[in-house]
């Protein structure tokens, strides 16, 4: 185990400093949840290589469900406000968290942005994580599934490269897939190493583009909507 020295403090076990924080974003994490759980509110977190399609993915998701569910969106990047612009142009609220740096959204930076958010009448809330496959599949952020995008243009080999992430996936989305027959990329290898390293990953194959695999996207989520819902009454019913 690694150690840190200071004269000033003594010595730091830099693991259980580490074990600490999780400890503490996962208590967050659970007080997230549960909120969620009481407003009736889906809760997606979007992980994913830098440049993967997630903001492409939500643009297209809102125009699709527009008139059918109300969405809401927080966006996490290093810098720049770019990508709650471009939903806000979709018409629906977006909230910047800017990192200065942190690689990845905490649950803690999620309790803070969330009471200048609206939630009346929302049924799903996205949050857009910070580009990258290895930090932020240590952070819970209190969702109920957490969805990880790999863009056909980046390589069939990331679930062995970073299992971590896949090992907490849910839902596997494969983006830009108008571009399939321009890349050495299989679909089939890619969804044979994720279900390897996590044999529930559901994987869904779509082009935010052209289209393709979009309907089936949006089914997905108006059921995963409609379920928590129905459980939530169900649970109210029987109180």
């Known amino acids: 185990m690694h150690k840190l020295t200071n004269k000033a403090v003594g010595t730091i076990q830099v693991h259980d400093v580490s074990l600490n924080l999780l400890k503490a974003n996962d208590y967050i994490a659970e007080m997230i949840r549960d909120e969620m759980k009481e407003r009736n509110i889906l809760l997606l977190n979007l992980v994913s290589s830098p440049g993967?399609?997630?903001?492409?993915?939500?643009?297209?998701?809102?125009?699709?469900?527009?008139?059918?569910?109300?969405?809401?969106?927080?966006?996490?990047?290093?810098?720049?406000?770019?990508?709650?612009?471009?939903?806000r142009e979709q018409g629906v609220q977006a909230l910047q968290i800017v990192t200065h740096g942190t690689c990845h959204l905490e649950a803690q930076m999620i309790q803070q942005a969330m009471p200048s958010m609206n939630f009346e009448g929302i049924d799903i809330l996205f949050i857009e994580n910070v580009g990258n496959l290895v930090c932020p599949a240590s952070y819970d952020l209190g969702e109920d599934i957490r969805v990880t995008l790999v863009s056909c243009t980046e390589g069939d080999d990331k679930p062995k490269k970073y299992p971590s992430m896949f090992l907490t996936t849910?839902?596997?989305?494969?983006?830009?897939?108008?571009?399939?027959?321009?890349?050495?990329?299989?679909?089939?290898?890619?969804?044979k190493d994720a279900h390897e390293v996590n044999s529930h990953i559901e994987a869904l194959v779509l082009s935010s583009l052209k289209g393709d695999g979009m309907d089936e996207w949006i089914t997905w989520l108006m059921e995963k909507v409609k379920e928590k819902k129905e459980v939530n009454s169900s649970v109210t019913a029987s109180k």
């Open 52 to 87: 993967s399609g997630k903001t492409s993915l939500l643009e297209e998701t809102i125009r699709r469900l527009k008139g059918r569910l109300n969405i809401a969106v927080l966006e996490g990047d290093l810098e720049t406000e770019r990508d709650a612009i471009r939903i």
């Open 170 to 191: 849910d839902v596997m989305l494969v983006t830009k897939s108008d571009l399939l027959p321009y890349v050495p990329f299989s679909v089939d290898a890619l969804i």
